[in-house]
């Protein structure tokens, strides 16, 4: 139904309520010339007169009553529609879908999830955790989270910390097999290789180009191929493999004792992570409230980052 039929039955409805078709105007914010107009417009629509009026007042016609009696449900229904969606729209609470790089993201991810879902119980995540990129728009994603700019147009971006892919051992893979001190010599080494998941194709490890801020890559002989991060976080803390790896899964251990860093003359640049949204006005408060929270518990979160002095002293236990 066009909207100026939509508007023409909601004034015809209200005039009836008020007995005035001024007053009914001065309710949805029109003028009585605009609420008049409206329902000639009806009448002329249908082809029947609706309303007797006059100067001082008005009276419905047979054929007004029986129309009033038959749209007036469905005219209820819809007020109840835009006044619920309205309620729901300040309410912390319903459906909050998420998206996120698949490879360590859980790390950062299930605290955030635990303090909001806490504090709004009626809170009902729906998680995605995806290395591809997807459709965000298409896909009904209210938060998402990436490293990286997002290729979509239309969101908005929040930084959250830089993230560094760094090289770590266990203390006893190193003790056993020696440290590396070059980039040959990984090839003397048991090193993992993560398999995206939705491609099926083993990544390179990322590393410096002469001091440029591009990196190159380098495809690795791989003694462990997988396509979840917690399995290549626990073979290297089991001392099977080397692996190169987001830091932020990674700080925990390495500053525990568990990981070793490595090659550190080889860490690239890191790449920042976002949490990306929509519309900054229209946002629903549950949302809203969500990425504030994340940008409150993550942005630069020294717990998450390792700045080049800390790596410098945990790569000195081993050295």
Request: net charge neutral.
């Amino acid at each position: 139904m066009p909207i100026n039929e939509l508007r023409a039955l909601s004034t015809f409805a209200r005039a009836v309520e008020l007995g005035s078709i001024r007053q009914a105007a001065q309710a949805q914010g029109v003028t009585p010339q605009a609420a008049s107009q409206a329902i000639a417009q009806l009448e002329q629509h249908l082809g029947v007169r609706l309303l007797h009026r006059t100067t001082r007042r008005l009276a419905l016609t047979e054929e007004g009553q029986h129309f009033l009696e038959r749209t007036r449900p469905a005219l209820a229904t819809l007020e109840r529609a835009l006044l619920s969606t309205r309620e729901a729209k300040d309410e912390i609470a319903g459906p909050l879908r998420i998206v996120g790089p698949r490879s360590s993201f859980a790390t950062l991810l299930v605290p955030l999830l635990d303090t909001f879902c806490r504090a709004h119980p009626g809170i009902q995540p729906d998680v995605q955790l995806d290395d591809g990129l997807g459709d965000w728009v298409r896909d009904r994603v209210d938060v998402g989270f990436r490293m990286g700019r997002s290729p979509d147009e239309g969101v908005v971006g929040r930084l959250l910390f830089p993230v560094q892919l760094v090289m770590v051992a266990s203390p006893a893979y190193l003790a056993r097999h020696g440290v590396p001190r070059t980039v040959e010599d990984l090839q003397q080494h048991r090193c993992s290789v993560f398999r995206h998941p939705s491609t099926g194709r083993t990544l390179p490890w990322f590393l410096p180009s002469g001091g440029e801020p591009e990196t190159r890559e380098m495809e690795m002989v791989p003694a462990l191929a997988t396509n979840d991060s917690e399995l290549e976080l626990q073979a290297v803390l089991a001392g099977q493999v080397i692996a190169q790896v987001a830091s932020f899964a990674a700080a925990p251990l390495m500053r525990s004792g568990r990981m070793v860093p490595v090659l550190l003359d080889q860490v690239c640049a890191p790449i920042d992570l976002h949490v990306y949204y929509g519309s900054r006005t229209a946002l629903p408060r549950r949302v809203r409230a969500f990425v504030d929270l994340a940008v409150e518990q993550l942005k630069d979160n020294p717990a998450y980052v390792l700045d080049t002095q800390e790596l410098a002293a945990l790569a000195m236990r081993c050295a």
